[in-house]
Structure formats: structure tokens, C-alpha cells
């Protein structure tokens, strides 16, 4: 069955019945504690990746990995991230695969891809949040919030926001938005300044109030740094 | 009534900035929140500045549903509609004109373009259930007050960060399920007012997980933006089933499709465990465990939901009906009030009420996304087939690395929460 099953994946096309992928599904549930066979159904899947397989087969291959991929399968992922087609399933397993090569592998692809590409990768680098290779991508990404494309710039504000770190504080806050940047970016610093205050490090979240304050921030800015400032005097929380 | 055509801005002014300058009454954010009762308007008819005024997105099926609701209210003024389908956009402008008698009515493909107007202080929102994190968190920055439908979340991360945003931002945002009330209220009534002593457990009853979609390529319909329906998505051919709005869970709509939604543990579960949360008072937490009780001969899987103070929601408990409840009636409990809606107009009429008063709306985001946990959680442990352990406050699984793989899932370029 799993054979079938592997075969029908190799020109796996839309309209085809899902159904005929069964097997494979049930084996990613089965194989949970199994590490050999887990290792034997990535180097299947894998072959299909790096196959002239159709898209959507090799789209299935990425939700498979998603679940199952290791740093084997990185390389092979990698290798999608610039193409247009294929660069998000590639993401929507590397994302979620907890070993460091596939934080690596996006920090690495970051400078080579633009607009949208980048963009994907950018929000990928923000989600993932390792504490392992968070200061590698707040380091890029801090490079990033200057970027000539404003959607690129703001959307490495947002990743910085999402990875909250000390660090990703101090890049935004040495950051100088354009005008129509500095509303994500006000949100980007108090999301960090919400997990600094969660974290018990309150004067540090202050300051980033402060700072948002002085800067004759919008309206919603405003009343959200108040908040935020009042949230952070002792015994607020 | 466009940009062009707000009211005088001294008016306008008045109410926005009570609206924008008042939070809710959080732990996080907590603000003096005095509200003068009658500031507002509130008492008898409302006059057209000091209206709530209101943007859909997402207005086919529900979204219409909660179009008239907000439409219908003498407390709205609507003015402006977003989808992305032409026919359906058009067709809710000609609603909002026919209202007015006007042809004020601005239509938007594009949410962003509605969310950038400063004269919108609520929106409610119905898209298919992958949007709804990414709207509804970018109208909370854009300092709206949100009424979304349920399911609110497609996987755990949204919840928090939809919690989170509302409360930067001292939004109003509330949930879509008006059944969690209007269905549940027998239960809840005997639960809370004491009559079945110490409640112990409550089943909930759904059907079916979603599944892959692989439905053949068919021409994209004129005035379909089929990209923006997508959005965050993965790619995939149009397919006229792929997206139908009806409330098919199962086959041949949206809701039944993994991309896009849960399917009905998700779809009914926002509903159903709602009203289970609710009637065993557990609104306010999420479970710490999930028990998966694996298929004998002639019984399917089951789940039960452990939470801290030990109270159990089952899941589909072979012999239990949906809402069913075991208690020790020995153990007496003394009644609570029940909370219910506020002001007048079931969940829509609540929503308007909290908007003008800054209170948390019955079907406060917190709520909603506590509820949602379950669906997700329930998902994650029937997909995987085993057991699961749940920290909610650090948004993972303890020491499971495969599950912690499901928590989120990556979204499509250039679509970011």
C-alpha cells in the first residue's frame, strides 16, 4: 500500500482523488516512535522533492515534512526558497522543523531573495523564535528595517516584534522609520515591551514606553504606550 | 457616507477619541475606566454623528448574516463593504445605499484600503477562517473595535496574538458564536444556579476534522480576485467547491478543508465548546492535558480535556449527548449569577453596547480563544492519535517536539501576522 502510495505521489497532480496518498498519511502517524522508518519515509518523500514530480506533489511532500522533516531534509528545502512556486511549502515545512540548520538555512537565503520571496522568508525567521539562532536573525533582520522596499522593511519589524527579545527591542529602538513605517514599527517595540514586562524586566520595558513616547507618537501610539508604562510601575501586574 | 462625508469633525471627534482614548478594563492595560451612562447617547434614538460607525469584510453567507445585523441597527452607520468577490460586494453596497438612501457606500477588494479609514471605529469580519487572524489583528492597529466570526483562530499561535493585540490597542473584539448563550442557557442556568452540585464533566459532540483539498483547476470567475481569497493560504487552483461558503463541513466548501479551516470540530466545536466552557465556568483557562481514549471494536476515538481544577470536557464520550453533564449532586454549590449580553440585540446588539461602554463584550477575544484551544488541541491529539500535555502561558507542548509542529503553520508570502 505505502508503495502504491509512493508512486501515485511521483505525478500526484489536481484532481487527482487525495485519497490515493492514504497510506503515506497513516505512516506519518505510525512511525511516531519508529525512528528508522521515520528516516526511510523523509528519504522517500525527499526523492519526490528533488524529482520532476508536479507541483502539487511536491507541495504534499512539504506538509509530510512539516510534520516529519529533520535536518536532513533542509538542503533539499533550501533549495526551493527562491522559487516562486514552491518557496512558501518549502517555509511551511522549515518553519516548523525545530533543528537549527533550518533557521540556518533561511537566515542564509535572506540576502539572496527579493520582495515577496524575502518577505516570506522574513516572517519565517520572526516565527520560528529560537533562542538558539534568535540574535542571528535579529541581527539580520535589524539590517533589514531600513530597507528601500517598505514592505520589506516593515515586515522585518513585524518579525522582530514576534521574536520579542531583548535584542529585537534594541534593533527597533535604534531603528528611524519613515513616517509611514512608524506605526508597525511603535507596534512591532511594544509587543517586544510586553514580553520584556511578562518576563519580569520592567525597567527595560519602560524605557521602550518612554522612548515611544518622546517621539510624538499617533494617537492609538499613545494611549497604547501609557498603557503600557502604567502597566509596567510596581504592582501593576 | 465616504472619508469625504464624515460627520462634523467636533462631533466625530468627540466620539472617536472616547472610543480610542478608553480601555478595556484588562490586567495588563488597566486604565480608570469611568463611563458616564448617558455620554453616549444610549438612551433612545441615536443621532447620525454619534453613530458606531461600521466596515464589513467578508460578507457572503455569515458575513451577510452579521451585515444585516450591523445594517440593521439604529445605532450603526455603515459605510463601507469589502469582499473579494465583485457581485457580493456590490450587491451589499446597493444594501448599505438602499439603507441611506444614498450612494455613500464604499466597496473595497482589498481589506487594507478599508482598515487605512479614520472615520471606521468597528469592523466585523467573516472571511473564511484563514484571514481572520491577519484582519483582525491589523484593524486592532488601526485602532478599530472588531466583531469576528467564529471559528476566531485557525491554529493556537493566532490566539494569543489576537488577545495580545486587542489589549495593546484597548480594543472592544468580540467573538462570532451567539449559540454559546442563546443555545447553551438551560444548562448553563442549572450549572451556575447550583441545582447539580459540583459539576464534574461535560461532553461535547462534533463531527469530522477537516481534510486535503485537491480539487481539479477551473477558470477563476469574473470579478473573483482568486489570490486575495487565498491570501495566507497555499496555493491552489480555483475550484468553485474549493471556496463555496455554504455550512458544509465535510466535502465540496471551505469549512471542510484543512487550508482553510477545521472542519466541524472547529466550525461547531466554536459553538459547542463555548457553551461547554461556559456552563462548567471555565472560560477564563485552557485545558493542561487532553486525554486520547484510542478506538476499541465498536467505539470511535475519544478526548477528554483535564483542566487545573480538574474538571473534564470530553469529546464525542461514547453514550454521552452533546451538552450532557455529570455532577455530584451531594456536593452542593451555592448559585452565581449568570453573565449574559449587554445591552439590546443578542451578540451583535452586546458588541455595540461594549463598544459605546468599553466593558468586555460576552464573547470577549479571551473567551473566544480559550474555546478555540479546545477545537485546535482536539485536532492536534486526534491527528496524532495520542495523548497530549498543554502549557497554554508558554503556547506548547511539553517536551513534544512533534506536536509543538502543529502549534502554527507558515503563511503565504507576503501575508504576516
Known sequence: MLDEAFEALKTYDWGMDPKVLAPIDQAVVKTHNDPAARKDLESRLLAVLQSQAPRDAKDYVCRQLRTIGTAASVPALEALLAEAELSHMARYALERIPEPQAGQALQRQLSKLSGNLKIGVISSLGVRDQAASAARSVALLRGLLQDPDDAVARAAALAL???ASEGADKALASARPRPALAAVFADASMSCAEKLLAAGHARE?????????????????????QRGLKACQPGAL | MDAKRTPPAAQQTTRRQFIKAVGLASAAVALPTFIPATAL??????????????????????GHGDFGGFLGSSDVQYVA??????????????????????KDCAAYNDFRQLLARDDIDAVHVATPDHWHT????????????????????????????????????????SGGSQRVLEDYRGTVNMCWGGKLGRVLSINVQTSNLSHACNLPPEPVPEGFDWEMWLGPAPWAPYNAKRCAGDFNTRENAWRAYWDYSGGDITDWGAHHFGGATFAVDVRE???????????????PAYLEFVYPNGIRITHCKPGKANMEVDSNENETRPPKPVPGYKGKGGIIGDFLYCVRTREKPFRDIGFAVNTMSLCHLGTIAYRLERSLKWDAAKLTFPGDMEANRFIDRARRQPWQL
Do not use: W
Open chain 2, 134 to 173: 491577519i484582519i483582525a489583528t491589523e484593524a486592532c492597529r488601526h485602532g478599530k473595535d472588531v466583531f469576528c466570526q467564529k471559528p476566531e483562530t485557525l491554529t493556537l499561535r493566532e490566539g494569543p496574538l489576537m488577545v495580545e493585540c486587542a489589549r495593546r490597542y484597548a480594543r472592544v473584539f
Open chain 1, 161 to 163: 516584534g514576534d521574536i
Open chain 2, 81 to 102: 463593504v469589502c469582499d473579494v468577490r465583485k457581485n457580493v460586494r456590490d450587491g451589499a453596497k446597493r444594501e448599505v445605499d438602499e439603507r441611506y438612501k444614498s
Open chain 1, 205 to 225: 520595558a519602560k524605557g521602550t514606553y518612554q522612548r515611544l513616547l518622546k517621539n510624538n507618537p499617533p494617537e492609538l501610539v499613545r494611549l497604547a504606550a
Open chain 2, 41 to 62: 447617547g444610549r438612551a433612545g434614538a441615536v443621532a447620525p454623528s454619534e453613530r458606531i460607525v461600521v466596515g464589513g469584510i467578508g460578507l457572503g453567507n455569515q
Open chain 2, 285 to 299: 483557562f485552557q485545558p493542561q492535558e487532553i486525554v486520547y481514549n484510542a478506538p476499541e471494536a465498536d467505539k
